[in-house]
Nanobody, 120 residues
Framework: QVQLVESGGGLVQPGGSLRLSCAAS????????MGWYRQPPGNRREFVAT???????NYADSVKGRFTISRDNPKNTVYLQMNSLKPEDTAGYYC??????????????WGQGTQVTVSS
């Protein structure tokens, strides 16, 4: 079992910044890709950013240039630095990890979510 715990959400004004953190704990062989997804009010969960164990990143077009994903492998932690925040960034943000339980199997894990609200 793997647990993902997010932190760092809150209320921020448009143009402001927040940094989200997600720490993984439990029993696993390795963690491959980690990332962030979000669910705006009344909408489906959508991709935000991912990062591989080697540091390769991908971003949704809506956040590219404003958000930066990073990770600290020894701490099993992934971060999302969010700058120039817009009201449309308001959502529950969920941490994701693709975990290699053994060399022969993988599973997807999700955190409980942390709320980000961008409002004047």
């Amino acid at each position: 079992q793997v647990q993902l715990v997010e932190s760092g959400g809150g209320l921020v004004q448009p143009g402001g910044s927040l940094r989200l953190s997600c720490a993984a704990s439990g029993s696993f062989f390795s963690i491959d890709t980690m990332g962030w997804y979000r669910q705006p009010p009344g909408n489906r969960r959508e991709f935000v950013a991912t990062i591989t164990s080697g540091g390769s990143t991908n971003y949704a077009d809506s956040v590219k240039g404003r958000f930066t994903i990073s990770r600290d492998n020894p701490k099993n932690t992934v971060y999302l630095q969010m700058n120039s925040l817009k009201p449309e960034d308001t959502a529950g943000y969920y941490c994701y990890a693709n975990v290699r339980d053994t060399p022969y199997s993988r599973r997807d894990y999700w955190g409980q979510g942390t709320q980000v609200t961008v409002s004047s």
